[in-house]
T-cell receptor, first 116, second 110 residues
Framework: ETGVTQTPRHLVMGMTNKKSLKCEQH?????MYWYKQSAKKPLELMFV???????ENNSVPSRFSPECPNSSHLFLHLHTLQPEDSALYLC???????????????FGAGTRLSVL | GIQVEQSPPDLILQEGANSTLRCNFS?????LQWFHQNPWGQLINLFY???GTKQNGRLSATTVATERYSLLYISSSQTTDSGVYFC????????????FGTGTRLTIIP
């Protein structure tokens, strides 16, 4: 148990569906992250939120839409996805990314997404 | 951006053996983390080690920041050690981004 919870664990959706991934952290952290892990590739950072403000959008297509209503919750809204978007989506949190030794990131178990 | 290379890409060992995993990085870092990803996808923090040496049970890690590499040692391997081990670094500019290596897939055979 890392203190970061992701739901659902598995998701199958069609290309015309709309779905949302949820992440919740119980660590009192101020920053939250979305990563994408595709087969045979390193983890790719998608979005960073620091104190609820988006500070990083790593050239992610607009069919992925993040939402951070507070420092403990992070969503990733999905619509009109493509089969190549199938991957493991990981959420992470850290205490304070701007402070040395406080950007230790803790990860959730991920949502395995399949787009048909 | 900063480059991270891990070696070897795959490692198959008998239970009880020792192993050394390596992470090379291309620039100065102020954050280096080792993670273990289990077969269910969960990434578990092993070490936060931008420099120096740390030990936790059968695992230890050493980072030589001046030479831009880190080593993860696993002693007396167990089957539960199987999975993928990732090194991730953040450059000295502290821009919140962890850059991950491609990982070492470790398989421990009973």
């Amino acid at each position: 148990e890392t203190g970061v919870t992701q739901t659902p664990r598995h998701l199958v959706m069609g290309m015309t569906n709309k779905k949302s991934l949820k992440c919740e952290q119980h660590l009192g952290h101020n920053a939250m992250y979305w990563y994408k892990q595709s087969a045979k590739k390193p983890l790719e950072l998608m979005f960073v939120y620091n104190f609820k403000e988006q500070t990083e959008n790593n050239s992610v297509p607009s069919r992925f839409s993040p939402e951070c209503p507070n420092s403990s919750h992070l969503f990733l809204h999905l619509h009109t996805l493509q089969p190549e978007d199938s991957a493991l989506y990981l959420c992470a949190s850290s205490q304070d990314p701007g402070a040395v030794a406080k950007n230790i990131q803790y990860f959730g178990a991920g949502t395995r997404l399949s787009v048909l | 951006g900063i480059q991270v290379e891990q070696s070897p890409p795959d490692l198959i060992l008998q239970e009880g053996a020792n192993s050394t995993l390596r992470c090379n990085f291309s620039d100065s870092v102020n954050n280096l983390q080792w993670f273990h990803q289990n077969p269910w996808g969960q990434l578990i923090n092993l070490f936060y080690i931008p420099s120096g040496t740390k030990q936790n049970g059968r695992l230890s890690a050493t980072t030589v920041a001046t030479e831009r590499y880190s080593l993860l040692y696993i002693s007396s391997s167990q089957t539960t050690d199987s999975g993928v081990y990732f090194c991730a670094v953040e450059g000295n500019f502290g821009n919140e981004k962890l850059t991950f290596g491609t990982g070492t897939r470790l398989t421990i055979i009973p």
